[in-house]
């Protein structure tokens, strides 16, 4: 048994308390690679962002859960190394999907993790999430469920449609399980392409497509129900046009890719959803740089000198979210 005590991490519980107050959010960004984790750390430490670094099922195929538990513990030295005094630093699993697994994770130093029981009939999510919470606290883990199903895929993650949370479920749900925080589901979704073009309507003057508004009145209606209570946002990408341009001048084919608008979640940040995960923002990033080295330098083979430039963009685009998306710049000094 490993506590992530001795890592350096913290769970998930003071941040979210601090977050709900001073309406930001926390970042949550996932990680497969060195790279990734260098560049979130370097941003976050420049910024004394807290963070929450996510390690979904397949990123524990990718790169093993014991690397990755070990680079996240190296990822508080070199917080330190960079001049941040007092990390604040979350390892989360990222869609559990087994009380054994939550269980695994909760042995080898991950400080919170989700049980993700969305596609199960509601009394079986409610009956694993409470078996999951029962372990994790023993520990001081925090434990984060999901009551809705999100469309997309992200990894394993995968959904044909999005039902939206229902707000009359919400109280009964978090009351018997006793998880610390709700991930919910008001129109985010995992992956690229959130929406299909027929989804959207186009923007006349640049023939661009406008996704369609997240159902804000259920997120208000859920607020209600459960004042000050921890909320989760999952695939919140907002697919940079700027970086999709880059990969499809650059040999690449993203058409129509379309993201959440960042002024939504900016909105969604000052209210009570305290986490919002971004991945394929980062996957976007990185492909839109390591193409153009690919294009502008085709004689180029040492591999870090297309990931350098990768990491570099990476930096980039977790400080703006931290700064301006989410605010939690300067929240864990
Ligand atoms: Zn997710």
Not at 5 to 17: D, I, P, Q, S, Y
Not at 103 to 121: E, H, N, R, Y
Not at 311 to 318: A, G, I, S, T
């Amino acid at each position: 048994m490993v506590s992530y005590k001795e890592l350096g991490l913290v769970n998930t519980r003071a941040m979210f308390a601090k977050a709900v107050k001073g309406g930001y959010a926390i970042p949550a960004f996932n990680f497969n690679n060195m790279e990734q984790l260098q560049a979130i750390i370097k941003a976050c430490a420049d910024t004394k962002s807290p963070v929450i670094l996510q390690v979904s099922k397949g990123a524990r195929n990718y790169a093993n859960q014991t690397l990755l538990r070990y680079m996240a513990e190296g990822a508080v030295q070199y917080a330190k190394e960079l001049g941040w005094k007092r990390p604040q630093i979350v390892l989360h699993l990222d869609h559990g999907d087994s009380y054994e697994l939550c269980k695994s994770c909760v042995q080898t130093g991950f400080s919170s993790v989700m049980i993700d029981g969305s596609a199960l009939p509601y009394d079986e999510n409610v009956a694993l999430t409470k078996k999951v919470v029962r372990y994790a606290h023993r520990f001081g883990v925090t434990v984060e469920a999901e009551l809705g199903v999100l469309a997309g895929v992200e990894d394993e993650v995968a959904a044909e449609e999005s039902h939206y949370t229902k707000p009359e479920e919400v109280v009964d749900f978090v009351t018997k399980t006793g998880c610390d925080s709700l991930a919910i589901s008001i129109g985010t979704s995992h992956g690229a392409y959130k929406f299909k073009p027929e989804q959207c309507t186009r923007d006349p003057k640049t023939g661009k497509l406008v996704p369609p508004p997240l159902a804000f009145d259920v997120l208000k209606q859920i607020e209600k129900k459960l004042p000050g209570f921890p909320i989760v946002l999952h695939g919140s990408s907002s697919v940079p046009q700027e970086y999709v341009d880059i990969i499809n001048t650059h040999g690449g084919k993203l058409p129509d890719a379309v993201g959440i608008p960042e002024e939504q979640l900016r909105k969604a940040a000052k209210s009570a959803v305290c986490k919002i995960n971004i991945d394929s923002d980062s996957r976007l990033a990185m492909t839109a740089a390591i193409r153009k080295v690919f294009t502008d330098k085709p004689g180029e083979f040492d591999p870090r000198k297309y990931l350098g430039p990768a990491r570099d963009e990476m930096v980039k685009l977790y400080t703006h979210k931290i700064v301006n998306v989410l605010g939690s710049d300067g929240k864990a000094k």
